[in-house]
């Protein structure tokens, strides 16, 4: 299966890459023949990227695969075909995630600071140790901070022969100006919700119904959509979200509504910690020579490499709560444009939680318009408060209570 079949609803994207790895697949042969190389000016390849597009648009996927066909070795290409083969040696493990010229680069904190970058711009000036290209794809280069952000752009400025830049933000206003002025510009758009539908049949074997259903639910968000068909508790916490605002009658019932809500995402941010934390402690702990069991001792001069782990765990957790309850709060904005379809005559086709049919009926008959909007501007309002690091009870409690209000 090549290596673009999972780059769902972009053709035009996939034809701009898939020209790219060619000339760069060429860029190799003639490197490799000791023949002159073809004039850059009329290559579609270039040493740096950027992908752009709405949450679920498939942009790291699109990086990953573009990355994979940089690193092909298919000897069908000596025949003619084009390079992201999907089986071979290179293509695989750059899709997986264990090829050696693949630095791929994401983080599970709030931002990715200044050491981070500096260590990569290092390894991008290195040769590449297959012989072809020195990838590093950065899947969160939005969250960069200013100062990470000004030592990227040496590295960019500055690239070595065979190093390729991939970087992914939601929008172009994500990077800084001067980076941006320096890659090439691919925007994705939101895939139908067809396309998800199919592939999450035919890549994940999801039943078409639950396939349909979970692509709809989330309006063409591939990762999302996923999770929704393959994991119980997530469609059971949205059902929870969606019965929110039948809830919001009474000032206690806002309340009660809202520390549910927060408290759901706390469990969600714990749940994690348990998995990961303790393996991750316990390997610092062998790592830095501590004797085995929990209650040892830990050596001399170790206490500030635990306390830099400790700080890293808390900080993930906070990225966790947050994004579980952005994805609430994303679920209770698709419902109130739910019910703005329905105010407006929409026919009951048009709305995306069709699993909610009847509360998004119930609410569009007891509200009007104009109520439905305010209540979507309270909930992006949320969003923001909670991106200003606002306590997330309270930011809730305030969207809970401008619910009722309408």
Known sequence: MPVWDDV??????VEELAGAAADADRIVAEAAAGSAPADAAGSRMTHAWLFTGPPGSGRSTAARAFAAALQCTSPDKA????????????CHTALIGTHADVETVRTDLLSIGVKEIRDLVRRAAL??????????????????????????????????????????????????????????????????????????MRRDGIDPALAATAARATQGHIGRARRLATDPSARARRATVLRLPLRVADVGECLRAAQELVDSASDDAKAVAEEVDAKETEDLRAALGASAGAGSRMPRGTAGAMKELADRQKRRSTRTQRDTLDLALTDLAGFYRDVLTVQFGGSADRIANVEAADGIARVAAGSRPEQSLRRIEAVLACRDALDRNVAPLLAVEAMALALRAG
């Open 8 to 13: 769902v609803g972009q053709p035009r994207v």
């Open 79 to 90: 025949l003619g075909a084009p390079p992201g083969c999907g089986f071979c040696d290179g």
């Open 127 to 200: 040769s590449p140790a297959g012989g072809r290209w020195q990838v590093i794809l950065m899947e969160d280069a939005d969250r960069l901070t200013e100062g990470a952000a000004n030592v990227l752009l040496k590295g960019v400025e500055e690239p070595a022969p065979r190093t390729v830049w991939l970087l992914c933000t939601p929008s172009v206003e994500d990077t800084l100006p001067t980076i941006r002025s320096r890659c090439r510009l691919l925007t994705l758009r939101t895939p139908s919700a067809d396309a998800v539908a199919d592939v999450l």
